[in-house]
């Protein structure tokens, strides 16, 4: 790969949910464009996984076992990247659970309360901590993964929907503070998608009539770049022909 097929060189970019599925795609693509990756989530050897795989192709990442439920962590790690780097490019929101699927008043509520605690705070405390450090970039690129479910009510998938649904209006009123910055902030709706999340929602379902993460990781990975000029908006992902 030459220089030129490098647009993200010299650019820091940090992405939640890296230790498999549409984050851990998202990674590989963004390192192969250049960035230096900040991989988080809980499963070390998946994150592990993930550097091999950056490693094999040239790129750079540090690993960042985080548990996202713990905010204060969060801000930790804020202070930690701002030792280090000064500066953040490239954010995407993207760790997510699914909670249960079932009536809202069946919900147990501590999977109520750590769906909602990854879902939507801790994404809150991740543009909290880490705003400082877009602002300090030349154009700070923040994209935060989605779901139809967050605007599109139907019976079952209450607390996924309520936290993706808190998180589209979190991210687009954050679109309008940073309006006049250097920071663009977009959501992103992958749709269906091969995952451990998708199997999960869907266990009947044969896996192989699913898009791949890698299917849909360039779509992800040109909301990031400097030329994308686009602020407050859902993308949804385009299936494979
Ligand atoms: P996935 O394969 O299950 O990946 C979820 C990621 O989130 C994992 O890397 C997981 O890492 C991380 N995560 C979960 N809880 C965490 C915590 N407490 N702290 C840190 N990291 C945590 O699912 P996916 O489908 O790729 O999901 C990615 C995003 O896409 C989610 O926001 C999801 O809502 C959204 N989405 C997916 C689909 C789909 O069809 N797949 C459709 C619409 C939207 P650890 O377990 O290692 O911590």
């Not at 991989?39 to 996984?49: F, I, N, Q, S, Y």
């Not at 069946?106 to 705003?131: E, G, Y």
């Not at 479910?149 to 309520?162: L, N, P």
């Not at 998180?167 to 954050?174: A, F, I, P, Q, R």
Request: glycine share 8%; proline share 5%; aromatic share 6%.
């Amino acid at each position: 790969m030459t220089e030129n097929s490098k647009p993200l060189k010299d650019r820091v970019a940090l992405v939640t949910g890296a230790s498999r599925g549409i984050g851990a795609a998202v990674s590989v693509r963004l390192a192969e464009l250049g960035a230096h990756l900040i991989l988080v989530a809980r499963t070390k050897a998946g994150l592990e996984e993930v550097d091999d795989k950056i490693r094999s192709i040239g790129g750079t990442a540090t690993l960042t076992p985080l548990d996202l439920s713990q905010g204060v962590k969060i801000n930790q790690l804020g202070s930690a990247l701002f030792e280090r780097y000064k500066k953040l490019d490239i954010l995407i929101g993207n760790a997510g659970l699914l909670g249960t699927l079932g009536p809202i008043n069946h919900i147990d509520p501590k999977v109520w309360q750590q769906t909602m605690d990854v879902n939507l705070t801790a994404n809150w405390w991740l543009i909290r901590s880490l705003d400082p450090l877009l602002r300090q970039s030349s154009s700070g690129r923040a994209v935060f993964i989605t779901s139809t479910a967050g605007h599109r009510s139907r019976a079952y998938w209450g607390v996924y929907a309520v936290s993706k649904a808190g998180l589209e209006m979190l991210v687009k009123t954050y679109a309008h503070e940073v309006e006049k910055t250097n920071i663009n902030v977009n959501l992103f709706n992958p749709g269906g998608t091969r995952t451990r999340m998708r199997a999960e929602a869907f266990p009947g379902e044969d896996p192989m009539t699913l898009k791949t993460p890698e299917h849909i990781a360039d779509q992800i990975v040109k909301m990031t770049l400097p030329s994308y000029a686009v602020n407050g908006e859902i993308v949804t992902a385009v299936n494979p022909k």
